[in-house]
């Protein structure tokens, strides 16, 4: 059994629990589509802070592109203070789902952006691993976010469960919406069955590539993790797991963005990972590498896409997934990099140095 008491247990756990998120999808899907059916939904909108924020942006990258449903991610005290739900006009209130992303249910601003949601009539609804916790009070449907205990502050299991679990209410809605067609719609789902049925060897992989390269990493002077497309959205989530466990200076850019003015911080202590594969920057991205590694011997490319000139500074995973798939793995070897260098540098990632509390309310 894994220890839910550690971050390193957690992490461990992720294959059987993503297999368990799996295998009981219809828990979390089935009041997601019955709202959806029953509300004349023609938008989304997700919430959430930190690592929820992230499954945000990478979730509404999935019903856009996926489903063909208008969505977009929001930070919710950003939203709740300077945003619209729609600034054309153009939409009722009934036709735009506010969707609140909490593990903990206790995410201080995304609760009061749910309760503000409520009160001015729009649908809500709530992917969270606690049925009895505070967001559930402000919203109309309450979906079971399948994680399990996770009792540690920083979340690994509880984003890749996050993540599995908007890509598989995507599909369900592309199928609802004729997007997919059922052909398409069961091959994504074997897709993705295989894809973790498999995921033990991304955490092997990912484990046998921080050892090749923890020296250089967990000395650096500063990290930067760039991201394209859909992986934006994991290089952000990177950032936020080394920010809280390796606790070094961390910067998330959009990888073309980075090369506008930042690059010129890169040293000799700079360590760049870059992640991506299917899109368009992939070419980009591998001229990038290059480039860089003129100024840092420590540039990673984290891939699943096989190319010339990568070496063992780089990890190319041997399980090949799509675009939408691929963001599961990707987070593991920041998991690795954040939760197991802060332990070989003798960081307690148990204990929150920041006692002073302004994000959740108590559980």
């Known amino acids: 059994m894994a220890d839910n008491t550690t971050v390193l247990g957690n992490m461990a756990e992720q294959p059987e629990r993503l297999a368990y998120v799996f295998q009981n999808r219809k828990d979390f899907i089935t009041p997601f589509i019955e709202k959806l059916r029953s509300s004349r939904i023609r938008k989304i909108i997700f919430f959430g802070s930190g690592t929820s924020y992230n499954v945000s942006l990478i979730a509404a990258y999935y019903f856009k592109h996926i489903a063909g449903i208008a969505a977009e991610a929001q930070y919710p005290t950003v939203f709740m203070n300077y945003e619209k739900a729609d600034w054309c006009g153009f939409l009722s209130k009934d036709e735009i789902l506010f969707a609140g992303i909490s593990q903990s249910g206790t995410s201080r601003s995304t609760c009061e952006l749910m309760e503000y949601a409520k009160e001015n009539g729009y649908p809500t609804l709530a992917l969270t691993g606690n049925l009895n916790s505070e967001i559930c009070r402000h919203v109309d449907v309450s979906c079971p976010m399948l994680v399990g205990d996770e009792l540690t502050p920083p979340e690994t299991k509880g984003y890749t469960v996050s993540l599995l679990s908007v890509y598989l209410w995507a599909l369900e809605a592309a199928l609802n919406k004729g997007t997919l067609d059922r052909e398409r719609y069961e091959r994504k789902i074997t897709e993705c069955e295989d894809f973790i049925g498999h995921f033990d060897q991304v955490m092997k992989e990912s484990a046998s590539w921080y050892e090749r390269n923890k020296t250089t990493i967990v ?30 200076p961390c910067l998330g850019y959009e990888i073309v963005e980075y090369s506008h003015g930042p690059t010129m911080a890169l040293n000799k202590k700079g360590t760049v990972f870059m992640i991506g594969s299917e899109e368009k920057e992939y070419g980009q991205m591998l001229e990038f590498k290059e480039a860089f590694r003129q100024y840092s011997d420590r540039v990673h490319v984290i891939t699943c896409k096989d190319a010339e000139g990568l070496d063992g500074r780089d990890l190319v995973f041997s399980l090949k997934a799509d675009k939408y798939l691929a963001p599961l793995m990707y987070t593991v070897p920041f998991q690795f990099v954040a939760a197991k260098g802060a332990k070989d540098i003798g960081i307690d990632t148990a204990i929150d140095p920041f006692e002073i509390p302004l994000a959740h309310y108590k559980g």
Not at 234 to 246: D, F, P, T, V, Y
């Open 219 to 248: 000395n650096s002077d500063r990290i930067y993790v760039l991201g394209y497309g859909i992986d934006y959205g994991s290089a952000l989530e990177a950032q936020l797991k080394i920010g809280e466990m390796l606790r070094l």
